[in-house]
C-alpha cells in the first residue's frame, strides 16, 4: 500500500511511500486486539482499593442489649455490617489486576490495529521535520495544514523531535509515542495516526527483520 508523503504546509512532496502489507495489509484479528487492550487498562490500574471489614472498624465491642428479653433481635455489636457506620460485607481488597500475554498475541493486535487505520484511510505520512524552538500555535497550524485537527490525533515521531513534542503536549486529543512504544491502545484509539517518513522505513525494516 503506497501512501503519499505531505510536507507540514499540508502540500504533496512528490514522494510516495510504500506501507509493508506484513504489518499494514493482514488479516486483522479482533480477538488479539480485544485481549491486548484488556491488557493495556488492567495494567493501568492502582488497585489500591480498600474498604474496612467488620474487624477493622473502629468501635465498642460491647454487646448493645441483653440477649433475651427485649422483644427485639439479637444485637452483638455495633460494628455489624447491617448499622450506619458498620464493616462492609465482601468490600473490596488491595489486588494487582495484570496479566501476562504472549509477545506474538500483542504484536499480532498491533499490526492488526494499523490494518484497520490502513484500510480506513486514517494513516497520514509527512516528511521528518523539527520545530526550532517549542511553539503550540506553530504545531496547530501544522495540524490544521495536513488535516488532522480536530481530530484524536496519534504522532509517531523519532527521538530528535523534542521541540516538537514540547509543543504539541497542551493541545487537546493529541498524543505521541516512540515507535518502539506504540502499543494497541493508542492505535485504537486515536481517530488518525500520523508517521514521520523515518518511521515508517524504521517500521518496514523491523517487519523485513521479523
Given at each position: ?54 474487624g477493622e472498624t473502629a ?152
Amino acid at each position: 500500500m503506497k501512501v503519499e508523503i505531505l510536507k507540514i504546509s499540508g502540500e504533496k512532496t512528490g514522494k510516495q511511500v510504500e506501507l509493508n502489507d506484513d504489518i499494514f495489509g493482514i488479516e486483522p484479528n479482533d480477538h488479539s486486539i480485544y485481549l491486548s487492550v484488556k491488557q493495556y487498562l488492567a495494567n493501568q490500574r492502582q488497585g489500591t482499593h480498600k474498604s474496612k471489614d467488620k474487624g477493622e472498624t473502629a468501635g465498642s465491642t460491647r454487646k448493645l442489649h441483653r440477649q433475651k428479653g427485649t422483644g427485639g433481635s439479637r444485637k452483638g455489636s455495633i460494628k455489624n455490617p447491617l448499622y450506619h457506620g458498620g464493616g462492609t460485607i465482601f468490600g473490596p481488597r488491595p489486588r494487582d489486576y495484570s496479566f501476562k500475554l504472549n509477545r506474538k498475541v500483542k504484536e499480532l493486535a498491533r499490526r492488526s490495529a494499523l490494518t484497520y487505520k490502513a484500510k480506513a484511510n486514517s494513516i497520514v505520512v509527512v516528511e521528518d521535520f523539527n520545530l526550532e524552538t517549542p511553539k503550540t500555535k506553530t504545531f496547530a497550524g501544522i495540524m490544521k495544514n495536513i488535516g488532522v485537527s480536530g481530530k484524536k490525533t496519534l504522532f509517531v515521531l523519532g527521538d530528535s523531535s523534542a521541540n516538537v513534542r514540547l509543543s504539541m503536549r497542551n493541545l487537546p486529543k493529541t498524543g505521541t509515542a516512540k515507535a518502539s512504544d506504540l502499543n494497541t491502545y493508542d492505535i485504537m484509539n486515536a481517530q488518525c495516526i500520523v508517521l514521520s517518513e523515518s518511521i515508517v522505513s524504521l517500521i518496514n525494516q523491523a517487519a523485513e527483520n521479523n
